[in-house]
Structures are given as C-alpha cells and as structure tokens.
C-alpha cells in the first residue's frame, strides 16, 4: 500500500507560530497625515492584544491552550500525497498538498478565526464585526465566536450573497448575522447604493461597513476582525506550513516547489513562509503565489501606499494594489477578488524571495475538475487556482525529465460553491482579462500618495 496520507499525531501540533516580521524589514502603515500610525491609532478597530501582535517582531510566539484545544477539532491537517493526479499528469514530479478543507468551515480561515476571538474575548470584547466574500470568512468567524461564546456579524459582498446563500445558513448554524453589503446600515454603505444602487459589492466596500459597525458602537464592546492581509492574519496561518514541515520530516522529503492561490496572501503565506525562512537561510526553493487573471493585483499593479477598503477607513498600507477604488468582475473564486495583497507578501515579492503568476479561470477549473476525478475532493473555486499552478509545475518537471517536489496548499472544499461548477460544466464561465486601460486607471489615485520605499532585508 502507498502511503497517500501523511498525518500527525495530535501531540505534534505546533505549540508555536513563526513571525516573519522578525526576519524582513517593512514600510511602516501610515495615517490621514502620511506618518506612521501609532499601535494606539489602531485600539478603537482591534483588540490590544492583538494589535501587539500585529507590530510584534519576535520570531516564535506561543499558541495559546484554548486556541489549541479548538484548532484539535481538526488539526494537525493531512499532508496528501496526489499519486493520482500526478498519473493523470503523467508527470515525474511528487505532488503533495495539505489539506485545509477538513476544517468545520471547509477551508483554512478558521486557523486565524479562532486565535482573534480568542484574543477578543480574552479582551473583555462582546461583539465582532466582520466581512466577507465567498462567505468563507464569515462562516469561519462565526464557528470561532460559536466556540467562545462571541456575537459576530458579517457584512457580506452582495454578489455572493445572492450566489451562495447555503453561506448565509452556514453561519446561522453558528450564531452568526449575515447581510449583503453594501447595506443601509452603515454611512458607507448608503453613500455606495446611493451613487449605485445596483452594484454587486466588493470587498473594499464591506470592510468600510464592518469597520464603521465596529468603531460606531460606543459601549466599547465591538471591534472588527479581518480574514486575511494583516501581519497577525498571516502569523496565525504558519501553523500550515509549520504541519507540513514536520510531515516532510517524517517522510525524508523537502519541497522544491511551493504553490498557494492569492486573495489577500494567507494560506499561500501561511504554506509558505516557514520555508520563506529556510530559504532566506540559502535553501533553493521557487515559491509561487497565484491569483486569478481578472484580478491580478501581485502580477500587474504597482507596490503604492494604498487603503485596504473603499471609504478609506484603513491606514495606508504598503503593498501591490489595483486601487481601493477597483470592483473585480465577478469571478467565481470570490475569495480571489480583493484589490490589495498583504503587505508581508508584497514585500517579499519586491525583494524577489517570491514570484507572484496568475492563472485564467478556465484553465483553474479544468484543473480542479481533473483533481475531483483524480484525487476525490471537490476543491473550492478558489483552490483551483493553485491547482491550475501545480499542473503547469508538473508539466514543466515532465518536460525537463525531472523529479521535483511540488506541495500546494487546498485551502478549501467547494461543496458550498457548486453552482459555479454548474456554470462551469454548461460552458457560461469564461476567461475574464483586464485591459491595460483599467489598470493604468487604477493607478491614477495614487499620483498624491506617499511612496514606500524599496526595502531589501538582506
Ligand atoms: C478566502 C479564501 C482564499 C483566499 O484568501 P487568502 O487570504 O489569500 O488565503 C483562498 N481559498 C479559500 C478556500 C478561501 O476561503
């Protein structure tokens, strides 16, 4: 028998995260007034415990008990050996992923979900305010707070809203409030429906409503929670890879190539940066990032100072950005359709330790279609971008007669987002491209913005 599923005793869950803000230097986040913020600018928004984690730079923080005993639910995560895609492939190269759709939720958000309300109700919080897109993020919070005994309320961008309602009941299931966005319950929200009342939302526009939710509530008992992009999101995901290093360990292998899909950069991050680390360290390893072509925030738009929603509640953060301003065109992998990427992942791009790619929505699918008829799981739209990424890796290791290690992350199941495969097998979905014209438009807003600086850590 082959050994397809490399698990790890329960004991061998990491007792500790890895923070790369330890090891790479960062333009700072900046104010109205373009200076850096001070942690404190940031209390009405986080909890304090968490915003020092945010700003921390100790390489190794500790997981707290709690949180442990609640990512037990289903962690350690399989690392799977693909013999059966790799066959269909025809390919020398050894493809592995790890398996983070065996979470409550399906995919991997609940790794952050459930440190931040932890660290909420440690701080006496009562209340989060969230958004979403796919409903990924809001389902994954909903669990946490279900698990702490927290309110949670999610904002949830309108075109999905309508796609996926089995989302909405998901996080009903858990205690969760879910309303489409943008919403008359918010000044953000009216000022967008009033200028277009038949928008389909965006990402940017719902994190305006969850921050103004949060920040509007003056009990002091609310604040927001993001799903992904911030330093502390990132930290809280490295448990992946830090699994995945372990079940290398246990098997004599090491990855040459690293492949994760690309929202806002946290299970890509997550996969990657404890072997970033390594690799910074001398290790030869290519590291990719993929995001989809219609919204192609790492491979076409510039590193600018930009906000991370639309009514520019956010700092200024360094990072790739097609503009707060940027509605993508509705694709299905909507966890995929965000205008920023992570500041950590955008630094380590300008430093060229990573190298972003992008793949088109057809060929994802076929790719995640092959992976169901190969592998068994129903990957999430999102998922198969990576997917389309490992098969392209695969091909080239055949072409070179090479047999390379290739791990990717699953970051989710799609069993909530049939509909799109419903689309997909009717021939309705097709490639999306954005014109150069739309991205040079996006930059026009950055003319009187701060510049980060080119920063090289090493
Ligand atoms: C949210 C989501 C993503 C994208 O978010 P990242 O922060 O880039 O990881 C990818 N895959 C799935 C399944 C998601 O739910």
Redesign the pocket.
């Known amino acids: 028998m082959k050994l397809r599923n490399i698990i790890l005793s329960a004991d061998d869950i990491p007792r500790q995260w890895y923070n790369i803000l330890a090891d790479i230097k960062m333009n700072p986040p900046l104010g109205p007034d373009g200076n850096p913020i001070s942690p404190d600018a940031l209390a009405p928004v986080f909890p304090m415990n968490l915003i020092e984690q945010e700003v921390s730079d100790k390489r190794w923080i500790d997981i707290p008990e709690p949180v442990l005993d609640v990512l037990q639910i289903w962690r350690p995560a399989p690392l799977v050996r693909a013999y059966s895609f790799e066959k269909a492939l025809d390919t020398p190269a050894k493809i592995y992923v790890k398996n983070e759709g065996v979470s409550p939720p399906g995919?991997?958000?609940p790794n952050t979900a459930v440190p931040q309300a932890y660290y909420n109700k440690e701080f006496g919080i009562q209340n989060i305010s969230t958004e979403t897109g796919?409903g990924?993020?809001g389902s994954a919070l909903s669990f946490a707070c279900s698990q702490f005994g927290l309110n949670c309320k999610v904002f949830m961008v309108r075109v999905s809203f309508d796609q996926k309602p089995y989302r909405k009941a998901m996080m009903q299931a858990w205690g969760g409030e879910c309303v489409a966005s943008p919403s008359m319950e918010t000044k953000a929200g009216r000022d967008i429906l009033e200028k277009m009342p038949d928008t389909p939302g965006s990402l940017g526009i719902a994190i305006s409503e969850a921050i103004e939710a949060a920040v509007s509530d003056t009990s002091g008992k609310t604040r927001y929670s993001l799903g992904?992009v911030l330093n502390h999101v990132m930290l809280h995901q490295t448990i992946i890879g830090l699994e995945a290093k372990k079940q290398f360990n246990m098997i004599n292998e090491y990855p040459d190539v690293i492949i994760g899909?690309?929202?806002?950069?946290?299970?890509?991050a997550g996969l990657a940066f404890p072997f970033v680390l390594d690799k910074m360290n001398g290790k030869d390893i290519a590291i990719y990032p993929v995001e989809p072509k219609a919204c192609p925030t790492m491979t076409r738009a510039p590193f600018v100072y930009d906000h991370g929603d639309t009514a520019r509640y956010t700092p200024l953060l360094p990072m790739h950005s097609l503009g707060h301003n940027f509605i993508p065109p509705p694709i299905h992998a909507g966890?995929?359709r965000y205008h920023g990427m992570a500041p950590t992942v955008s630094q380590l791009i300008v430093e060229g330790l990573i190298t972003p790619r992008s793949v088109s929505q057809l060929d994802s699918y076929r790719a995640g279609v092959l992976w169901a008829r190969t592998e068994g799981v129903i990957p999430?739209p999102?998922?198969t971008n990576a997917l389309a990424c490992v098969v392209e890796e695969a091909l080239k290791a055949k072409e070179e007669g090479k047999e390379k290690v290739i791990v990717a992350t699953f970051?989710?199941h799609g069993l909530l987002d049939l509909a799109a495969y419903d689309k997909f097998f009717s021939g309705e979905l097709t490639d999306v491209s954005l014109p150069d014209e739309t991205i040079e438009e996006g930059k026009n807003i950055f003319k009187d913005y701060p510049k980060p600086q080119r920063l090289q850590s090493r």
Do not use: I
Request: hydrophobic letters at 25%.
């Open positions: 995919s991997h958000k796919a990924q993020w992904s899909c690309a929202g806002g950069g946290s299970n890509f966890g995929l999430a999102e998922t970051s989710g």
